[in-house]
Structures are given as structure tokens and as C-alpha cells.
């Protein structure tokens, strides 16, 4: 599942994923899209395209230099730092 089909799913629909997964429902509509992305798993980050990418950790306030590699660590270390942060909310 790409981030866009995610982020493009509505509230219920991301209640529905997440509930499938085992995972907590309440939220904010970022909050659930954050939690469902960040249960995926890295192999699924690493296949988004360079551009994604970027326009993901733009839209995180993050920069988005570097090789593939790079940008797929930021944004999976943003995802994992977001729950985290969620998790003590």
C-alpha cells in the first residue's frame, strides 16, 4: 500500500485497516494515516519512489537531500519519532 492510497482513504476506511492490523483507532485523520503508515513495514518504505519520498518528508518540515537510502531512513526515523509521540499524547 503506497503512502498516497493511505493518505487518500477516508477516516473510516483507516479505522477499518487499522482495526484489521490490531491497532488503536482514535485520532486525528494524521494521526491514524501516521500510525497505519508507520506499521508498514520498511521493505514497503523503501519501494516508494525518490519523489514520494521527498514530497513525504517536505511535507514532514524535513529535508530531502541525499540518495534513496537516506531519505528512506529520515522517513521511516520520523514515522517511528511521530508514534513515539503519539504513544506519550
Known amino acids: ?3 498516497s492510497e493511505i493518505k487518500a482513504m477516508k477516516v473510516v476506511e ?3 485497516e487499522l482495526e484489521s492490523r490490531g491497532l ?3 485520532g486525528t485523520k494524521a494521526v491514524l494515516v501516521d500510525r497505519l503508515f508507520q506499521d ?5 518504505i ?3 519512489k525518490v519523489v514520494e519520498l ?6 514532514r518540515g524535513l529535508p530531502k537531500s541525499g540518495t534513496k537510502a537516506v531519505l528512506v531512513e ?3 526515523q520520523a514515522i517511528q519519532g511521530k508514534a513515539e509521540e503519539n504513544k506519550t499524547s
Do not use: N
Not at 40 to 44: G, K
Not at 54 to 59: Q, R
Open 1 to 3: 500500500m503506497e503512502l
Open 14 to 16: 483507516l479505522k477499518k
Open 24 to 26: 488503536p483507532k482514535p
Open 40 to 44: 508498514m513495514e520498511l521493505s514497503e
Open 46 to 48: 523503501k519501494e516508494m
Open 54 to 59: 521527498k514530497k513525504e518528508l517536505e511535507s
Open 74 to 76: 529520515r522517513l521511516f
